[in-house]
């Protein structure tokens, strides 16, 4: 089950949000920006210097990590988990640990970083720029504040348009005493060295 970081992640950027009483975002019809009406970058958000190619996040994202790469997050090569709702997204899950990993990959429509930027930025309680992955801006947030949030997301844009989100959860044992984030940094760069080989890079 994905976390509800990652859920406020996917409400807010895929398809705009508005708050209710309980200051969880909601999905609306129409997306936040029209992206043929708003110039990228904005918000705050860095420029990508050098995009992947156009198509990047066209693929599965059950395909963004090798079985090798599963298992040394999660400690076995765990099957993922697709789902396409409400963006294509893919989960694994330890079930012996509870450790976990999502990834979601976000059409043009939602605008990339900038997105983030606007509307996902003001909610979140703890809210790092990350140097840049593999030379891809990204940042890292979670709904808890401090060094040792329980879960925590990264969200990478490969074009200014594009982007893709990590989420993960650590084990059981190890929640509240290591930093999601790192983890989740950590993740993301093995999608990043996916990405990149599958568009020849």
């Known amino acids: 089950m994905r976390n509800t970081v990652a859920m406020l992640g996917l409400a807010a950027l895929a398809a705009g949000c508005s708050s209710t009483t309980a200051g969880t975002p909601t999905a609306s019809s129409t997306p936040t920006t029209d992206p043929s009406a708003k110039t990228v970058p904005y918000g705050g958000a860095p420029k990508v210097e050098n995009p992947l190619p156009d198509n990047a996040l066209s693929g599965d994202p059950c395909q963004a990590l090798t079985p090798q790469q599963i298992t040394e997050q999660l400690g076995s090569a ?48 703890r809210w790092d720029v990350l140097p840049p992955i593999q030379g891809f801006p990204a940042v890292a947030y979670a709904t808890q504040a401090g060094s040792t949030p329980n879960t925590c997301n990264v969200l990478v844009g490969v074009t200014d348009r594009l982007s893709f989100l990590v989420d993960v959860a650590p084990r059981t044992e190890k929640m509240g005493k290591v930093d999601s984030c790192a983890g989740a940094a950590d993740v993301a760069n093995d999608v990043i060295t996916t990405l990149k080989q599958n568009a020849g890079g």
């Open 78 to 125: 765990i099957t993922g988990k697709p789902d396409s709702q409400p963006i294509s997204s893919c989960s694994w899950t330890n079930p012996d640990t509870t450790a976990s990993i999502g990834v979601s990959y976000y059409p043009a429509s939602n605008d990339g970083l900038s997105n983030a930027y606007v509307n996902v930025k003001p909610q979140m309680k």
